[in-house]
């Protein structure tokens, strides 16, 4: 999957006094939902790894939470960087 459809900006905030020099302020928040229908309740029940259920949720469409985060990254609310040291690789 092409995670970066496309050619957009990224944008850092140059940073000041104000935010200690990173450029970064307040907070916002990334988010993942996962539809529990009956074949992941069936998963759910059977005690089946977090794996599995993980990908079973992807493969029936599941944005994932670092998903949630490069659409920040492309709205320019926050950086790749940060994106990726908030959420796991494969989430
Ligand atoms: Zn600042």
């Not at 993980?54 to 609310?77: E, N, P, T």
């Amino acid at each position: 999957m092409d995670v970066f459809p496309g050619t957009f900006t990224t944008y850092y905030g140059r940073g000041c006094d104000e935010c200690r020099g990173t450029g970064y302020r307040g907070r916002t928040g990334i988010f993942e939902f996962m539809a529990v229908d009956g074949e992941m309740r069936r998963l759910i029940l059977e005690n089946v790894s977090s794996d599995v259920i993980r990908q079973k949720a992807v493969s029936k469409g599941m944005r994932v939470l670092r998903d949630c985060g490069w659409d920040k990254v492309r709205q320019g609310i926050t950086t790749i960087e940060e994106v990726l040291r908030v959420s796991q690789e494969g989430m």
